[in-house]
């Protein structure tokens, strides 16, 4: 960042008005934007063999299944949020779920692997303009006294979507109501789109930049270029065998950045609206923050991972290996619940704590599935709490790095730190699939056997560990410390 980057004016204190009396019902509502984005992630995991049989696809279509929602969502997670300052929050989030849920239709109904794979980059475009608004909400809708709660449940909503996506995919898929299968997965989110929309209609209020600044579109040409050139090859690559021209675009993401970072700078200095204002990377403890999360959806190779052992190594069902998520469900719970409490104890030091905790977590989980014998589940006694301890990791660090990131910075650049929040999970989610996911079949090598699967998870795991150990380090006093008696809370973490 040059010396001449500047901290923007708006991130200074400004005298609040009266709070909006529907904020609480206003953040359920957008909650379910935020929580169908990712669930629509994980929900495909334990339907994989289900759409493969069901579409006669490939092996390399199913991945599609997966990487063409998470490439598209996480390119455009930055525009959504900064559409929703310059339109209206409201506006656009009611846009993305109309949209997320005609999509979502067209996945249910989707009569070959072409037209669930094209159905699946229309829902990961919708998502990326509905899910950054309920976080960039936040800021407008909620005094400060109350934006640190709002903020912890937004990140509770967040690591709940995982979990859930787990158990409702393997339920759906196992439930196989009328004959629908694997395509329930996707129809579910029609009611639940429908419910929403109705009721942001009363509920939710336009909330806008103050300032209405212009669409930099240069920005959102070169933000794709240097997204895509990352994120495509890394979901595609592997799977393809790293062909030439996944190596090419990985080369071109450091040109594509520069050259994006450049023209939003010039871009700034002549007066104009960039897309993302890189003078807010000034804030201190921004950057760390966000280098912190970056790590955490490392977790999200273990529930890739953790599903294909259970089905592939100790035989489970898809509806068994959704449920095997329970253990990790009640820790998350009770960690997302104590999180407050945790934050009040720990200070500065909770969202490390929380991380640290999942990296326990998944290194005692690993070396259990190592010593024991293939196809052969670690004792429950043993299995159970070490799962539960990841899930009370996460649940304890997702609300309160959530908080610690988002109180960062002022109400204008709520959107746009939205986006950038949400678009760092899902980069990391498919670096981690591609990189640790890469890890799982190195080791497993041509093996298809139950030892085999079970000794690439326990590696997986470690490596799972060792990022969280990392992230726990960058994470270290990165809580913000509560404010003074009768001290107003800045807008800016201290």
Not at 33 to 40: E, H, K, M, Q
């Amino acid at each position: 960042m040059p010396d001449s980057a500047r901290c923007p004016s708006d991130i200074t204190r400004h005298a609040e008005p009266a709070p909006d009396p529907r904020r609480w019902s206003a953040l359920a509502v957008l909650l379910v934007g935020a929580f169908l984005a990712p669930l629509d992630f994980f929900i495909v995991n334990v339907a994989m063999p289900a759409i493969a049989t069901g579409l006669h696809s490939t092996a390399s279509d199913v991945q599609l299944v997966i990487s063409a929602y998470s490439a598209i969502y996480a390119v455009f997670l930055i525009t959504g949020g900064r559409l929703g300052d310059i339109y209206g929050r409201k506006a656009i989030f009611m846009a993305g779920l109309a949209a997320f849920a005609a999509a979502s239709a067209l996945c249910g109904l989707a009569w070959s692997p072409t037209v669930l794979i094209v159905a699946r980059m229309l829902q990961g475009l919708a998502a990326a303009a509905m899910a950054p608004q309920a976080l960039a909400s936040v800021h407008a809708l909620f005094p400060a006294h109350e934006r640190g709660r709002a903020l912890g449940i937004y990140g509770v909503a967040l690591g709940l979507s995982s979990i859930i996506g787990q158990l409702l995919g393997g339920a759906l898929v196992g439930a196989d109501l009328d004959g629908f299968g694997w395509r329930l997965i996707f129809l579910i989110n029609l009611p639940i789109s429908l419910i929403a929309f109705l009721a942001a209609i009363p509920l939710l209020r336009e909330t806008r930049s103050d300032r209405r600044p212009r669409l930099d579109f240069g920005g959102v040409v070169l933000s794709s270029l240097a997204l895509g050139s990352l994120v495509i090859p890394l979901v595609e690559g592997r799977e393809r065998g790293w062909p030439w021209w996944s190596i090419v675009m990985l080369l071109a993401t450091p040109i594509f950045v520069e050259l994006f970072r450049r023209y939003e700078i010039r871009l700034a200095r002549a007066g104009g609206d960039p897309l993302v204002d890189f003078s807010i990377f000034r804030l201190p403890g921004l950057m760390r923050g966000i280098s912190a999360i970056f790590t955490l959806y490392a977790m999200a190779t273990f529930f890739l991972t953790y599903s294909l052992y259970l089905q592939g190594s100790l035989g489970y069902s898809a509806w068994q290996a959704g449920l095997a998520i329970l253990p990790f469900s009640a820790g998350f719970l009770i960690g997302s619940t104590f999180s407050p409490a945790i934050s009040r104890a720990a200070g500065g030091f909770a969202p490390a704590f929380g991380v640290a905790c999942s990296a326990l977590g998944a290194a005692l989980t690993g070396v259990l599935v190592l010593a024991f014998p293939a196809g052969l589940m670690p004792p429950l006694v043993l299995f159970g709490p070490a799962i539960g301890l990841i899930g009370l990791g996460m649940g304890t660090s997702m609300p309160t790095m959530m908080r610690a990131i988002v109180e960062r910075v002022g109400v204008h650049h709520a959107g746009l730190v939205g986006g950038i929040v949400n678009s760092t999970l899902q980069v990391s989610a498919a670096i981690s699939v591609a990189v640790l996911g890469g890890l799982f079949y190195t080791v497993l090598g041509t093996r298809t056997d139950a030892g085999g699967i079970g000794h690439a998870f326990g590696w997986t795991l470690l490596a799972i560990a060792a990022c969280h150990c990392v992230g726990a380090y960058l994470a270290t006093g990165l809580g913000r410390r509560a404010a003074a008696p009768g001290r107003a809370v800045p807008s800016i973490a201290e």
